[in-house]
């Protein structure tokens, strides 16, 4: 059975930091793309950042600069260092693992405001 675990979300002022982690079991981690995507109340899941089996990364333009994706395959994790986060930022965060098949976590609250 896949799960993805995420964890780290919470409530931070404008300009605080947050690390989610995602933790992966069921599949072979190594193998497998990470994202990590977001959803704000009434609009679309979009993705916030990627990074492929091989390491190669990508951010959505909003995050450029601030968000940083890593991953540690010896633990089946994937991380996002979230910096200078600002209120636009508030989002419900789903981690992903795609390769044939997409799977996705529960998803984690996070939430920017004085």
């Known amino acids: 059975q896949v799960q993805l675990v995420e964890s780290g979300g919470g409530l931070v002022q404008p300009g605080g930091s947050l690390r989610l982690s995602c933790t992966a079991s069921?599949?072979?981690?190594?193998?497998?793309?990470m994202g990590w995507y977001r959803q704000a109340p009434g609009k679309q899941r979009d993705l916030v950042a990627a990074?492929?089996?091989?390491?190669?990364?990508n951010y959505a333009d909003s995050v450029k600069g601030r968000f940083t994706i890593s991953r540690d395959n010896a633990k089946n994790t994937v991380l996002l260092q979230m910096n200078s986060l600002k209120p636009e930022d508030t989002a419900v965060y789903y981690c992903?693992?795609?390769?044939?098949?997409?799977?996705w976590g529960r998803g984690t609250q996070v939430t920017v405001s004085s």
């Open positions: 990074i492929t089996a091989g390491g190669k990364t």
């Open positions: 992903n693992a795609g390769l044939r098949t997409q799977y």
């Open positions: 069921g599949i072979s981690f190594r193998f497998y793309n």
